[in-house]
């Protein structure tokens, strides 16, 4: 059984920085493909972004994808999501997840998830 625990968000004015960690424990990180998702106030959980147990990410958009910056540490057994440039949009609680099979995009390709961290970005 693999123990997620996010840390890292807070309240920031849009233009600002982030960085997430995802803590991980109870399994071989290593061997996990890992995942960022969020869910916006009112709305469903969202995937952001994916990084495959070799490094290879994916992203949601192209706005993401030039503001965040997924990586890992696997000898620290840590997921991280860099995020610049915060716009309110930005605001929601942030999950991560692990998948023990591919790296996907959806909810359900992945196995394990974390109780989440709340980012609020201010206009």
């Known amino acids: 059984q693999v123990q997620l625990v996010e840390s890292g968000g807070g309240l920031v004015q849009a233009g600002g920085s982030l960085r997430l960690s995802c803590a991980t424990s109870g399994g071989a990180f290593r061997r996990y493909n890992m995942g960022w998702f969020r869910r916006p106030p009112g709305k469903d959980r969202e995937f952001v972004a994916a990084i495959s147990w070799v490094g290879g990410s994916i992203y949601n958009s192209d706005s993401v994808k030039d503001r965040f910056t997924i990586s890992r540490d696997n000898a620290k057994n840590t997921l991280y999501l860099q995020m610049n440039n915060l716009k309110p949009e930005d605001t929601a609680v942030y999950y991560c997840?692990?998948?023990?099979?591919?790296?996907?995009?959806?909810?359900?390709?992945?196995?394990?998830w974390g109780q989440g961290t709340q980012v609020t970005v201010s206009s």
């Open positions: 997840a692990a998948s023990a099979g591919g790296i996907g995009k959806t909810n359900n390709e992945y196995n394990y």
